[in-house]
Every structure is written in C-alpha cells, then in structure tokens.
C-alpha cells in the first residue's frame, strides 16, 4: 500500500503507523513543521481545485478566487503567529504560489525562520497544531464545535505524523489523505476547508476528489 501511494503520490509524505490488526496509512501533502538545528519551516497549504486538463488556467483561477485566498490566509497567519515569537528571524512570502498534485492544485505558501533559541521540535509541532486548515479558528471554539457535531471520532486523521532524534531535530506532516486498514476494511478520511463563501456541493466534490487519493490506491472504485 505504502509503495503504491508512492508511485501514485511521489510529492507526498507517505507513512505507515500499525498497532494491532490495523494500520493507519496515508499519502500527506502538508508539512507541519521541519527542524533543522535553529532552521524550521513550515507551509500553509489550503485552497484548492481539481486538475482540469488546462493547469495554468486552472491555477489562475484558484490564485485569483477570493474565497480560496481568504481560507489560505486564516492559516498563514496562524503558522506566523505561532513561530514569530520563537524566531529571530520569519519569511513569509506576501501571495500563495500554486502547488499541482496529481488530482488537485493547492495554494501553497512556505514559511521559513530561524529560532531564537533551541527548542525541541516536539515543542513547535504543540504550537502549531492544530492549524486552522483541519481545525478551524479561532482554535478552541472551533475545536470543541468540531467535537461537538462531527458525527465520526477522527482517530488519528489530521494529526502530526513523523520523527525526531536525540537533538531534537525532526520532520512532522499533518495525516491528511490517510485512512485506517483492518482486515478487510478500510476508513479513509478526506476533509475540506469551510468558509463564509462555501458551497456545500463543490465542498463535497473537493472532498471526494482527495479521497482517491487513498481509494485510487486500493483499487476501489471512486466516489461517484
């Protein structure tokens, strides 16, 4: 499965966590946070559309869509305000620039600093997480209405997925794109960013478009 997604998803973070007679598997194109000595980087990825056949028109129209800019915008400035205080110096990039994945196109903006001091890299990943790209914001209300009226415990899905060493170096990716096998079962999970200007039905084909990420791995058929 794992090398599948590979094949299928090579921009990706793919990882494998099994604890039981399961396995939690995904295909993330989110990095959380990187650390290297006093390096970290981050990226706000939210904003989306499907691949149309015409990349450049499509990305024009996906940086020029004020509802997508706006919902990328909610998560940079969370990621800054969480690593601004922690950094001597911050780079982030005034516009989103386009990111292509095999089915879908994503506003993308790296974010990249230099700390002030040290910090394990466990410290940044508390900071950070949730971002408003699978927790909304303000954090704590939109948390606890998450909780509230999501009719399906999310398990492990959109949380920080990765490693770190003795120095406290590491790399995490937020679990998008993932899913949860057993046996013969397998629970994927796909979400959407929901704004003031969403439509329900292109929110729901968003979401279907992300989860074949995983179905198309497993040879299922797709949504619709």
């Known amino acids: 499965m794992v090398a599948e997604l590979g094949r299928r998803q090579p921009a990706c973070t793919r990882f494998a966590v099994a604890r039981g007679g399961a396995a939690f598997v995904g295909a993330s194109p989110e990095r959380l946070v990187r650390k290297r000595g006093r390096v970290v980087d981050s990226e706000a990825l939210a904003g989306s559309c499907a691949r149309t056949g015409d990349d450049a028109a499509a990305a024009a129209a996906l940086a020029a869509s004020a509802k997508d800019r706006a919902e990328h915008a909610w998560v940079v400035a969370a990621i800054e305000a969480a690593l601004a205080p922690r950094c001597r110096t911050l780079d982030v990039p005034s516009a989103p620039a386009v990111r292509t994945l095999r089915q879908i196109l994503h ?52 949380s920080p997925v990765g490693w770190f060493d003795a120095a406290g170096d590491g790399e995490f990716a937020v679990a998008i794109r993932s899913g949860l096998l057993a046996g013969a079962t397998a629970t994927l999970f796909a979400g959407a960013g929901i704004v003031a200007a969403s439509d329900p039905a292109a929110e729901l084909a968003e979401t279907e478009l992300k989860l074949r990420a995983l179905s198309d791995a497993l040879g299922l058929e797709s949504p619709r």
């Not at 949730?130 to 399906?152: K, M």
């Open 107 to 158: 506003l993308h903006t790296p974010i990249t600093g230099e700390l002030a001091q040290g910090a394990h890299v466990l410290e940044l990943v508390a900071a950070l997480h949730p971002t408003p790209a699978v927790g909304g914001t303000p954090t704590a209300d939109a948390v606890a209405w998450i909780a509230a009226h999501e009719p399906t415990p999310r398990g492990w899905y959109a």
